[in-house]
């Protein structure tokens, strides 16, 4: 193989490995590329998580200070009923009372 050749076949393989990274880098680019259709699909999508994510949020909100409202009414209810039962323990000890005292008033003529 003289030097005529040599740059012959040399040229020839850099030429083909020229057009095969050539063919590589279009193929990768032909199936990696975002239309534009794509691209607003994908705007889309990311506008409704955001606006889901928002309404989330909202709602956690909501719950929490649904939960403390109905925590503070029923530490309100439950201090109202021991109110009433401590009104109740009185009125039946005054009963108690009366009832001696009637017994007693009965006993004695």
């Known amino acids: 193989m003289n030097r005529t050749e040599f740059v012959i076949a040399t040229a020839i393989i850099l030429f083909i490995a020229f057009g095969l990274g050539w063919f590589t880098y279009w193929l990768i680019h032909r199936f990696t590329r975002v239309s534009k259709s794509d691209m607003g699909e994908l705007e889309r999508m ?6 889901a994510e928002e309404m989330r949020d909202q709602a956690i909100t909501y719950l929490q200070q649904r939960e403390a409202e109905l925590t503070n ?3 309100q209810t439950e201090a109202e009923l021991s109110a009433a039962m401590e009104g109740l323990r009185e009125a039946r000890h005054e009963a108690e009372e009366l009832r001696a005292y009637l017994d007693r008033a ?3 003529p």
């Open 106 to 108: 009965d006993a004695r």
């Open 73 to 75: 009414q029923l530490s």
């Open 46 to 51: 990311a506008q409704e998580l955001h606006e």
